[in-house]
């Protein structure tokens, strides 16, 4: 079934981006220098898009209590800040859909959890992300997902009723954020989605298989 929409907004790592790459070699280095094993595919794969708590939770199982999690946050900041896009990458087929997007004057625009310096320092790497007409980060508002406000924020920088969005995200918390802010969300199949994960029960309106997706639930 299509569902007419006026705009769509994009989280970014998982769904624009494969960041995970880039993300877990920070995580890597911080874990090496408290002599600890990197990370599996699969802890890379389950924990990428909940940033650097999620990569470093995974690395050490529960953070020692000796340790400052703001500080080890702080580390891998810096060594992600140093090698911020080495091996990142646009998934296949999102600029084909940015343009189609234009071409049908769908607007779109970005809301992220990573913070504004970093996005600030990303996007660059990806001129068709600069075309975005609104670009919200998890630190632009007090609030960040899964609280709604960033995506009714979103929605009011590009002039569109919420309701008239959709938002497309890879993990449980940009599902709850869209339905609480009343957008209709989907699921990016394509993204960090864990085997322990079920994104079946987000309760998302889809789970898309490939960016090229979100043309079928768009009506001309």
């Not at 999620?54 to 140093?82: C, S």
């Not at 957008?183 to 864990?194: E, F, L, P, Q, S």
Request: aromatic share 8%; glycine share 8%.
């Amino acid at each position: 079934m299509t569902t007419k929409k006026k705009a769509i907004l994009f989280d970014l790592d998982g769904t624009l981006l494969d960041t995970a790459p880039d993300m877990a070699d920070a995580a890597n280095r911080v874990l090496a220098d408290y002599n600890r094993p990197p990370l599996s595919e699969q802890q890379i794969q389950a924990n990428t898009s909940m940033g650097a708590k999620g990569l470093l939770t995974a690395g050490f199982g529960t953070i020692p209590e000796h340790l400052d999690f703001m500080a080890l946050r702080a580390e891998f900041l810096r060594y992600y800040q140093e090698k911020i896009c080495v091996n990142t990458s646009l998934y296949h087929g999102v600029a084909a859909l940015l343009e189609q997007l234009e071409a049908r004057d769908v607007a779109w625009g970005i809301m992220t959890n990573k913070p504004g310096f970093l996005t600030d320092m990303l996007l660059p790497f990806f001129p068709p992300l600069l075309r975005a007409q609104t670009i919200v980060c998890g630190d632009t508002l007090a609030v960040a997902k899964p609280h709604p406000e960033p995506l009714l924020h979103a929605s009011k920088l590009l002039g569109i009723d919420h309701r008239d969005c959709i938002y497309i995200g890879d993990i449980e918390k940009d599902m709850i954020a869209a339905k609480a802010a009343n957008m209709t969300g989907y699921v990016a199949g394509w993204g960090y989605i864990g085997d322990e994960h079920s994104p079946s029960d987000w309760h998302a309106r889809g789970i898309l298989n490939h960016p090229s997706d979100i043309i079928t639930v768009i009506c001309d």
